[in-house]
């Protein structure tokens, strides 16, 4: 025989465990007649595989070209090893050594083949609300600890069965080491309940549920990360109900669809964002209202975008299962109040959601991570997040550069965490808003899973230079439990780190940051916003800033932007007409008040936000004078914006300062000559598009520089980013927006960690 035979052991690097690899490893391997083992490690898959040459060249092809869908494999090292004969192929036991780590698979929504089973009346799972295979299911959300192995999970306290059993077991099999398979046998069960009543289970349970939605009651539902409140999205009193015991009056809520179908008759879907609707993660993704529908007005009062998702566990496809008299869309919001994080634990929730929910539609497979869904939308071509979460945390972001162990503690409101190790950078699932207890309680024991999961000891703290907010003090308080160095970075220079390592931009050289948002705390101690920054990760130069005006009375402004606007109007040294529509809105003692706060400076914080000039621009013209939730005053100022209109304002430069209080009276003076809105707030947008550009050709005749990052919640204006990028690539710039992290505050901790390892390599 003259075939060549040799052996060769491979190793397999990033999301390779609780993906269905290891099957695949086997049925190549047999396939191909080769011999030797695949086993997990805690640093991903190792592979001995022995056979002829040939062979053992399509395995490793194959290994590269087609793994399995939902891996992703972040290096594959193939070593010649001494030929060595073994009697098969198989699998073996994991094998874990300290300080390895291997990153973790998200949760992923039911994959087709389990669908098809569950609706399958010969099916053994047939309408099993818990059915999943190596290809679907929960994950991240049910880890302690890796390994991923099933005593590792919260599905410890199942025993499998026979029948599932034989399935784990067997190599050839979907459901081969998928950890949390089960069936109705020996798996989790629906359970619905009113409280006081008896409670019903499995198929009843679903019916039950059903049955309360039609009644137009508001349900709690069990879901992967957390408990959604749901109603029908069509019933008024329901609508109004939640809102009053949600404390939320004019956020808008998510919604789940029964299909696509129905989801396209109320928004416009285009490919990509069908595609993204369809993906594994399953996101709430933000659709344009189309022309003349307004049945679901009150889910989402003055937006021109509509939150939708589809079902993505089988429980919420039994629930949202087709009938005549069943609502085709649900309401779909996080169970908690307000700003609190969502409940996750069963007694917390029935107690926390007992003034919320009516009934209960619950299980028994434990959360052990609490995380929200997540929510994008699509601009051009590429996915833009809003809100990183489920189906996205916690795959790490993956950087061409090798870094040290960071803790970073993100900002205050949309807060993530950062943990780094090797290429790694994990961002964590957003957190919320530290601004409570209780959301405080889920940030720290948040830190210590990914520390724990993940293996990190930091060698450093970085935190906002922000000295009151939460994640500032925890940072502090943990570099001196640890003795670690604290790092304080200032807010914008983040934000521009976190665009550039989102865009695996690693290069020294500097850049020009267009750092826009509504609150950064300044090396001067002012609240910066409307930032032209130039540099990268090692150090910035505030280049352009927005003039600065007045916050009168703090941070509690930002709820009114017609106080924003009274100030910027008093700012640019304009009277406070009665006709003008912020003034209209209060008591002439009110007002008498505010000018003397302004007059004398009393707690009143110098600001250069471009928030809150949205705030000003919005209130001036009469369309949102008090908020409810943040960015409501842009949202809405945005929805007017008159798509034809392409006029603009000229916005002067005043060596550093940008002249934007001009722009404030300019718009008065067309506002009262009776402009129509929509054209203003398309003018609006234009001048501060026509500004960026104007800002970028300074620098660039100064350093030539070319390439521009956009981020900051501002930048989550799709019309300003849009008109923005068009301008900067006409004429000549190279533009790096957001894709696989938020523009928003969500994405600070990255940005921390970038500088903070820039720092240490010093
Ligand atoms: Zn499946
Ligand atoms: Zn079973
Ligand atoms: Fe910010």
Same mark, same amino acid.
Not at 11 to 23: W, Y
Not at 131 to 140: E, K, Q, V
Not at 293 to 319: C, K, R, S, W
């Given at each position: 025989?003259?075939?060549?035979?040799?052996?060769?052991?491979?190793?397999?690097?990033?999301?390779?465990?609780?993906?269905?690899?290891?099957?695949?490893?086997?049925?190549?391997?047999?396939?191909?007649?080769?011999?030797?083992?695949?086993?997990?490690?805690?640093?991903?898959?190792?592979?001995?595989?022995?056979?002829? @040459?040939?062979?053992?060249?399509?395995?490793? *092809?194959?290994?590269?070209?087609?793994?399995?869908?939902?891996?992703?494999?972040?290096?594959?090292?193939?070593?010649?090893?001494?030929?060595?004969?073994?009697?098969?192929?198989?699998?073996? *036991?994991?094998?874990?050594?300290?300080?390895?780590?291997?990153?973790?698979?998200p949760?992923?929504?039911?994959?087709?083949?389990?669908?098809?089973?569950?609706?399958?009346?010969?099916?053994?799972?047939?309408?099993?609300?818990?059915?999943?295979?190596?290809?679907?299911?929960?994950?991240?959300?049910?880890?302690?600890?890796?390994?991923?192995?099933?005593?590792?999970?919260?599905?410890?306290?199942?025993?499998?069965?026979?029948?599932?059993?034989?399935?784990?077991?067997?190599?050839?099999?979907?459901?081969?080491?998928?950890?949390?398979?089960?069936?109705?046998?020996?798996?989790?069960?629906?359970?619905?309940?009113?409280?006081?009543?008896?409670?019903?289970?499995?198929?009843?349970?679903?019916?039950?549920?059903?049955?309360?939605?039609?009644?137009?009651?508001?349900?709690?539902?069990?879901?992967?990360?957390?408990?959604? +409140?749901?109603?029908?999205?069509?019933?008024?009193?329901?609508?109004?109900?939640?809102?009053?015991?949600?404390?939320?009056?004019?956020?808008?809520?998510?919604?789940?669809?029964?299909?696509?179908?129905?989801?396209?008759?109320?928004?416009?879907?285009?490919?990509?964002?069908?595609?993204?609707?369809?993906?594994?993660q399953?996101p709430? /993704?933000?659709?344009?209202?189309?022309?003349?529908?307004?049945?679901?007005?009150?889910?989402?009062?003055? @937006?021109?975008?509509?939150?939708?998702?589809?079902?993505?566990?089988? +429980?919420?496809?039994?629930?949202?299962?087709?009938?005549?008299?069943?609502?085709?869309?649900?309401?779909?919001?996080?169970?908690?109040?307000?700003?609190?994080?969502?409940?996750?634990?069963?007694?917390?929730?029935?107690?926390?959601?007992?003034?919320?929910?009516?009934?209960?539609?619950?299980?028994?497979?434990?959360?052990?991570?609490?995380?929200?869904?997540s929510?994008v939308?699509? $601009?051009?071509?590429?996915l833009?997040p809003?809100r990183r979460a489920r189906g996205y945390a916690p795959d790490?972001?993956?950087?061409?550069?090798?870094?040290?162990?960071?803790?970073?503690?993100?900002?205050?409101?949309?807060?993530?965490?950062?943990?780094?190790?090797?290429?790694?950078?994990?961002l964590?699932h957003h957190?919320?808003?530290?601004?409570?207890? *209780?959301?405080?309680?889920?940030?720290?024991?948040?830190?210590?899973?990914?520390?724990?999961?993940?293996?990190?000891?930091?060698?450093?703290?970085?935190?906002?230079?922000?000295?009151?907010?939460?994640?500032?003090?925890?940072?502090?308080?943990?570099?001196?439990?640890?003795?670690?160095?604290?790092?304080?970075?200032? =807010?914008? =220079?983040?934000?521009?780190?976190?665009?550039?390592?989102?865009?695996?931009?690693?290069?020294?050289?500097?850049?020009?940051?267009?750092?826009?948002?509504?609150?950064?705390?300044?090396?001067?101690?002012?609240?910066?916003?409307?930032?032209?920054? /130039?540099?990268?990760?090692?150090?910035?130069?505030?280049?352009? =800033?927005?003039?600065?005006?007045?916050?009168?009375?703090?941070?509690?402004?930002?709820?009114?932007?017609?106080?924003?606007?009274?100030?910027?109007?008093?700012?640019?040294?304009?009277?406070?007409?009665?006709?003008?529509?912020?003034?209209?809105?209060?008591?002439?003692?009110?007002?008498?008040?505010?000018?003397?706060?302004?007059? +004398?400076?009393?707690?009143?914080?110098?600001?250069?936000?471009?928030?809150?000039?949205?705030?000003?621009?919005?209130?001036?013209?009469?369309?949102?004078?008090?908020?409810?939730?943040?960015?409501?005053?842009?949202?809405?100022?945005?929805?007017?914006?008159?798509?034809?209109?392409?006029?603009?304002?000229?916005?002067?430069?005043?060596?550093?300062?940008?002249?934007?209080?001009?722009?404030?009276?300019?718009?008065?003076?067309?506002?009262?000559?009776?402009?129509?809105?929509?054209?203003?707030?398309?003018?609006?947008?234009?001048?501060?598009?026509?500004?960026?550009?104007?800002?970028?050709?300074?620098?660039?005749?100064?350093?030539?520089?070319?390439?521009?990052?956009?981020?900051?919640?501002?930048?989550?204006?799709?019309?300003?980013? /849009?008109?923005?990028?068009?301008?900067?690539?006409?004429?000549?710039?190279?533009?790096?927006? =957001?894709?696989r992290v938020?523009?928003?505050?969500?994405?600070?901790?990255?940005?921390?960690?970038?500088?903070?390892?820039? $720092?240490?390599?010093?």
């Amino acid at each position: 025989m003259s075939d060549i035979f040799s052996s060769l052991r491979i190793h397999v690097d990033g999301i390779v465990q609780g993906v269905g690899f290891r099957p695949f490893v086997y049925n190549l391997a047999v396939s191909l007649n080769l011999t030797g083992f695949v086993r997990n490690t805690s640093s991903g898959v190792d592979i001995l595989i022995s056979g002829e @040459q040939n062979n053992l060249n399509k395995f490793v *092809e194959e290994l590269r070209n087609n793994p399995p869908a939902l891996s992703k494999i972040d290096s594959i090292q193939v070593k010649p090893e001494p030929f060595k004969i073994f009697p098969q192929f198989s699998i073996l *036991e994991s094998h874990t050594s300290p300080g390895d780590f291997v990153p973790i698979s998200p949760d992923i929504c039911i994959c087709p083949e389990c669908r098809e089973e569950m609706f399958d009346p010969l099916n053994r799972r047939y309408r099993y609300p818990f059915i999943n295979c190596t290809n679907c299911g929960p994950r991240f959300t049910i880890i302690r600890d890796i390994p991923y192995d099933r005593p590792l999970t919260t599905m410890d306290g199942f025993k499998m069965c026979d029948a599932c059993a034989a399935e784990y077991n067997n190599p050839t099999d979907r459901r081969y080491h998928a950890q949390p398979i089960a069936c109705p046998e020996c798996g989790p069960q629906a359970e619905f309940f009113e409280p006081g009543e008896s409670s019903a289970f499995a198929e009843d349970a679903i019916q039950a549920a059903r049955s309360a939605i039609v009644a137009g009651k508001i349900l709690a539902v069990k879901g992967l990360g957390g408990y959604h +409140l749901a109603c029908d999205a069509f019933n008024a009193a329901s609508l109004e109900f939640l809102r009053e015991r949600k404390q939320r009056s004019y956020k808008p809520f998510a919604l789940m669809a029964k299909d696509l179908e129905t989801i396209r008759k109320f928004v416009e879907v285009n490919p990509v964002e069908e595609k993204c609707l369809l993906s594994p993660q399953h996101p709430i /993704v933000l659709l344009k209202i189309k022309k003349g529908v307004n049945n679901l007005d009150l889910t989402a009062p003055g @937006q021109i975008y509509l939150g939708f998702m589809l079902p993505y566990t089988p +429980l919420h496809l039994l629930l949202l299962e087709s009938a005549s008299d069943f609502p085709c869309v649900l309401v779909m919001t996080s169970g908690n109040i307000s700003e609190e994080p969502i409940a996750y634990k069963d007694q917390d929730a029935k107690l926390r959601l007992s003034t919320l929910a009516d009934c209960y539609l619950t299980h028994n497979r434990p959360i052990h991570m609490r995380v929200d869904d997540s929510v994008v939308r699509v $601009i051009g071509k590429n996915l833009y997040p809003i809100r990183r979460a489920r189906g996205y945390a916690p795959d790490p972001i993956r950087l061409n550069l090798s870094l040290r162990q960071v803790l970073a503690c993100g900002a205050e409101l949309k807060n993530t965490f950062a943990l780094s190790k090797k290429q790694y950078a994990f961002l964590s699932h957003h957190i919320g808003d530290l601004e409570n207890m *209780e959301t405080l309680a889920s940030y720290e024991e948040g830190i210590q899973h990914y520390r724990n999961l993940f293996r990190v000891s930091p060698e450093v703290v970085a935190v906002d230079m922000h000295p009151d907010y939460l994640s500032t003090r925890y940072g502090e308080h943990i570099s001196q439990l640890d003795n670690l160095p604290l790092v304080r970075i200032q =807010h914008h =220079h983040a934000h521009l780190a976190a665009c550039l390592a989102d865009n695996n931009n690693v290069s020294p050289d500097p850049v020009i940051g267009l750092m826009f948002d509504g609150t950064g705390y300044g090396t001067d101690g002012h609240i910066w916003g409307g930032e032209v920054l /130039v540099g990268g990760y090692t150090g910035f130069k505030r280049r352009f =800033h927005l003039q600065e005006t007045l916050l009168p009375g703090g941070d509690s402004a930002i709820r009114s932007p017609s106080k924003i606007a009274l100030s910027q109007i008093y700012c640019a040294g304009l009277p406070w007409e009665a006709d003008l529509m912020p003034v209209s809105t209060y008591q002439p003692e009110y007002l008498n008040l505010l000018r003397k706060q302004l007059e +004398l400076m009393i707690n009143c914080v110098p600001t250069s936000s471009m928030g809150r000039l949205f705030d000003a621009v919005a209130s001036i013209l009469g369309i949102c004078h008090s908020i409810s939730y943040e960015g409501q005053a842009a949202i809405e100022l945005e929805s007017h914006v008159d798509r034809l209109d392409s006029q603009s304002y000229t916005i002067k430069i005043n060596g550093d300062e940008i002249m934007s209080l001009d722009l404030i009276s300019q718009i008065l003076t067309d506002f009262r000559a009776g402009v129509s809105v929509p054209a203003l707030a398309a003018r609006f947008h234009n001048s501060i598009a026509r500004l960026c550009l104007a800002c970028c050709e300074t620098i660039r005749s100064e350093s030539s520089i070319n390439l521009v990052a956009l981020s900051g919640g501002v930048w989550q204006n799709t019309t300003l980013l /849009v008109k923005t990028s068009a301008l900067l690539q006409s004429a000549g710039f190279t533009v790096l927006s =957001h894709q696989r992290v938020p523009a928003n505050d969500g994405g600070i901790a990255l940005g921390q960690i970038l500088i903070a390892d820039a $720092i240490l390599k010093q």
